[in-house]
């Protein structure tokens, strides 16, 4: 199978301009139209996919992120590695406004979204255990590194609804957890991608010390802007290096790859073929045996 890269831009993040071999596809799927037209571009020789997950222009909501067609469409056009790219505030001193963070680990608050493909008639228990891909965070440690980047390895993600920013009691209770980043997009987007067998990492932006620094105690969109613009720029040259370095990191035995094998539970007798046909794109490997 041939391995196609999936970038997912955050906030900061709707475009790369440096790529110049561009063709905009407007898609659709079972769920509905994804953020934005998606941008096929050829890199280096590599066949690369970016969608901007609020939008050109950073018109939609948290809330109302269309993650599933957005997940969809990036599988419809062969993406098996999936990097997501996401401003963030930071829940540790040293995760400063400008750093970054490849996150292992989520903790999911959000609660008015939809959170998997297997919501009717076909019922499937993907394993979130590990929920991002070694071998493609190896390969962002590199891309980063390459690229002069202050940087993480490892942390965990709290994912809330939004679009308000924490409260201080929130924010203490988060660091309570040891959790070292907060943001409201990466689920269900990660779990998504899972059920998808999309390989998925997740670089996460530091813009701010969301407000429970006593220095920082409040969050502002101006600044937080200011920082996401120095960021876009870091991120743009760490993607570049990502398409030259991606496939060198796959390993054969990351627990994305054959997922769906073990985690669809109904009764073969039960599927309908209405039911099948819409989840063609996520999991006709497994169901059109």
Not at 9 to 19: A, K, M, N, T
Not at 211 to 225: F, G, Q
Request: proline share 4%; net charge neutral.
């Amino acid at each position: 199978m041939t391995n196609k890269l999936g970038i997912i831009g955050g906030s900061g993040l709707y475009d790369v301009e440096e790529f110049k071999d561009r063709e905009l596809i407007d898609l659709t799927t079972p769920w509905g139209k994804p953020s934005d037209k998606i941008l096929k571009t050829n890199y280096n020789n590599r066949e690369v996919y970016f969608i901007p997950r609020h939008g050109k222009g950073h018109f939609i909501s948290p809330s109302k992120i269309n993650f599933r067609a957005n997940i969809d469409s990036l599988k419809q056009m062969g993406v098996t590695d999936l990097i997501s790219v996401s401003a963030v505030g930071s829940l540790k001193e040293d995760l400063q406004p400008g750093k970054f963070v490849i996150v292992d680990q989520f903790i999911d608050r959000t609660f008015a979204r939809n959170k998997t493909f297997f919501d009717d008639e076909i019922v499937a228990h993907v394993s979130m255990a590990q929920p991002t891909s070694n071998g493609l965070m190896n390969a962002c440690e590199e891309a980063i590194k390459l690229a002069k980047i202050d940087y993480k390895r490892g942390g965990t993600y709290v994912v809330m609804e939004g679009p308000q920013f924490s409260t201080l009691a929130e924010s203490n209770l988060y660091r309570s957890w040891n959790a070292d980043v907060i943001g409201m997009t990466n689920m269900p987007e990660a779990k998504l991608a899972r059920e998808a067998e999309i390989r998925y990492a997740s670089v996460s932006m530091v813009t701010d010390y969301d407000c429970w620094h006593p220095d920082h105690e409040n969050v502002d969109v101006n600044k937080v802007i200011e920082v996401l613009m120095g960021n876009a720029s870091k991120a743009k040259e760490m993607i570049k290096n990502l398409i030259n370095n991606y496939e060198n990191h796959i390993e054969s035995n990351d627990p994305t790859n054959n997922c769906l094998d073990v985690a669809i539970i109904t009764a073969p007798e039960k599927r309908t073929q209405k039911t099948k046909d819409k989840l063609k794109t996520i999991a006709g490997r497994v169901l059109n045996k």
